[in-house]
């Protein structure tokens, strides 16, 4: 799915974020446990390089638990990456952050300076409601929307940490599309630059193979059908989501599958594994390598034309008389040259 939603503050904030990150010792980057990977800025990641970084997986309260312990395993396989799950729900928890970063700094924290972070994530992560724990107070500007903090603001946290908060971002081209769906579906993209009917398709083909039990127990279903447009049928029969004459009204099935999932009401669900990242990279660079090599063959045929033996034997015919014809230019030219060049002569 391709997500066209970079608004101008987002390309703003990110050139803040490349140009600040010289002076933060570690990275808070505030991710959707329910979408580790799809969640995780590639700009950012890119730009690390060594720095500590904390990934907080953020809304665990609606992961897989097991899928969870299975993300975390994966991140820390970074040396320099700890991970802390959490939820809005536990402020308690999420005051522990403050230790984490001490420790993880702890040969800054020895000296008298500062330990300067930045918290950095997608939109509508958690992000703002996390500052506001951490800080004890309201600073940061919430919303069950994405793209409510638009500029950077500097937070003391009152206990030797400076925190650096920026806008939620994205970045300009998702490489893998189903990253878009899965964050169309967190509810990480406005609605307004998305179709409910697309990704209702793609969240009900994932979650009736991913989480039969779950849905057939939400939707109340004896057997779940093969397909995601059967189930989205049978869901919508269920729950009355019907037109006129009867028939499904496709849309508001998908939209109430949507709100179902990112209120939690369906059960615990993730939307990705490591192992289905991992395949998913390797489709990606097969699909690279492959546009690769189209392009070149391309190339090649539109320098050769068309490889049929009849344009091809008419092209030699034409190149042919070019020659000859070159030939015979270059013949007059010299004849007239030596002409020229005897009437000179005193």
């Known amino acids: ?155 003391n946290l009152g206990s030797g940490i400076v925190l650096l908060d920026t806008p939620g971002v994205l970045w300009p081209k998702l490489e893998n599309p189903n990253t878009g769906y899965r964050l169309a579906i967190s509810g990480a993209v406005k609605d307004t630059a998305i179709e409910y009917d697309d990704i209702g398709f793609f969240a009900a083909d994932y979650l009736i193979k991913a989480y039969p039990e779950l849905m057939k127990a939400r939707f109340k279903l004896d057997e779940l059908p093969d397909t995601e447009l059967a189930f989205l049928e049978q869901a919508a029969a269920k729950r009355g989501a019907l037109m006129a004459g009867g028939r499904v009204n496709l849309h508001k099935i998908c939209e109430l599958l949507i709100g179902e999932y990112r209120s939690g009401k369906i059960g615990r669900i993730t939307l990705e594994s490591p192992e289905m990242l991992a395949a998913e990279l390797q489709e990606m660079a097969t699909a690279a390598a492959k546009k690769i090599a189209d392009k070149a063959k391309r190339k090649e045929k539109f320098k050769d034309g068309s490889l049929t033996p009849d344009k091809k034997d008419r092209k030699e015919v034409r190149t042919e008389k070019r020659v000859e014809q070159s030939q015979r230019d270059r013949a007059n030219n010299t004849k007239q040259r030596a002409k020229q060049a005897k009437k000179r002569k005193p």
């Open 1 to 155: 799915m391709a997500v066209h939603w970079f608004p101008g503050h987002m390309h703003k904030a990110l050139k803040e974020m490349k140009e600040a990150l010289g002076q933060v010792d570690i990275l808070i980057e505030v991710l959707d446990a329910r979408i580790p990977y799809s969640s995780e800025n590639p700009e950012i990641a890119k730009l690390r390089g060594n720095k500590p970084c904390i990934k907080i997986l953020n809304k665990s309260d609606l992961a897989d638990p097991e899928m969870t312990a299975k993300w975390q395993a994966h991140l820390e396989a970074d040396r320099a990456v700890k991970t802390f799950t959490t939820s809005l729900d536990n402020a308690a928890k999420s005051k522990q952050i403050i230790e984490l970063c001490r420790k993880t700094c702890a040969q800054k924290d020895a000296s008298i300076k500062t330990i300067n972070a930045m918290i950095i994530g997608i939109p509508n992560v958690g992000k703002s409601t996390l500052i506001n724990i951490l800080a004890d107070r309201v600073i940061a500007k919430t919303g069950n929307e994405p793209a409510v903090t638009k500029s950077q603001q500097r937070i």
